[in-house]
């Protein structure tokens, strides 16, 4: 095991994306019981967002709706140099990897899996300057895709 590896450079939690079985429910209980936002993205999925992190809440069985490797996954907040050690160290250990991937928004992502197969992301989305810092909103996110539907929530 290494030691002072990437520690220093992870800033945090930037995402976690949760399969739930009714998601009507869970969105009621992240926006009522956490005071949370949520943003409906679609009819199996809801963003819960707080200020400097974001819940996905998809629909157990629904089709994935998240465009990583995987659909279960979490993503640390993580600067260019930090993505770059992780992607040197993960090929080191022989790790499955996709990425290194810029969005049409600036940010990088990618996306390595651990030794039992979790899916871990490093971002530097939230490091962006223009990205708000106190209100999170997803940048693929189309609120006039939702047809008929109020794109917020009250919880």
Known sequence: MRHGSLRQVIA???????????IERSARFYGGVCGLEIIKAG?????????????????KGAQQA????????????????CIGKALVRANEEGLKIVGPK???????????????????????YYLLPQVPKLE????????????????????
């Open 66 to 81: 998240h465009e990583g490797a995987a659909g279960f996954h979490f993503c640390f907040t993580a600067d260019q140099d």
């Open 43 to 59: 009819p199996s999925l809801y963003f819960v967002n707080g200020p400097t992190f974001r819940i996905h809440l998809q629909a």
């Open 136 to 155: 999170y909103i997803d940048p693929t996110f189309n609120r006039a895709a939702i047809s008929g539907e109020d794109a917020h929530t009250s919880g």
């Open 12 to 22: 945090g939690i930037c995402e976690l994306v949760l399969w739930v079985k009714d």
């Open 102 to 124: 810029t969005a049409k928004e600036g940010f990088t992502a990618l996306w390595i899996m651990d030794p039992d197969d979790n899916e871990v992301e490093f971002s530097d």
